[in-house]
């Protein structure tokens, strides 16, 4: 019972990666986006999937956590994409 309810929380949670994530490929810009808040998402997924490698917890558990870092990481990767494309519009604008 303890995993299935672990699985809900990660399935709340990972529903709102693809919405960041699509958000972040059409406002093509990374005002309102904090790379703090991202790396500590990521940090928490990494010491979740530390805690069950290390409990020797392998279950189905840890394909929703893998699933929602890799989300948050591809919404990481478009921060930095998008901070590169806010650089050049100033440039432009100048």
Do not use: H
């Amino acid at each position: 019972m303890a995993q299935f309810l672990e699985v809900i929380m990660l399935v709340c949670f990972g529903f709102s990666w693809p919405m960041n994530i699509i958000k972040s490929l059409q406002v093509r810009s990374a005002k309102g986006k904090s790379l703090p808040f991202l790396c500590l998402i990521m940090l928490g997924y990494v010491a979740g999937l530390g805690s069950k490698i290390i409990s020797g917890n392998i279950t189905y558990v840890v394909f929703f956590y893998i699933l929602n870092l890799v989300m948050v990481f591809a919404d990481f990767c478009l921060y930095w994409r998008n901070r590169a494309l806010d650089a050049a519009r100033e440039n432009t604008d100048r």
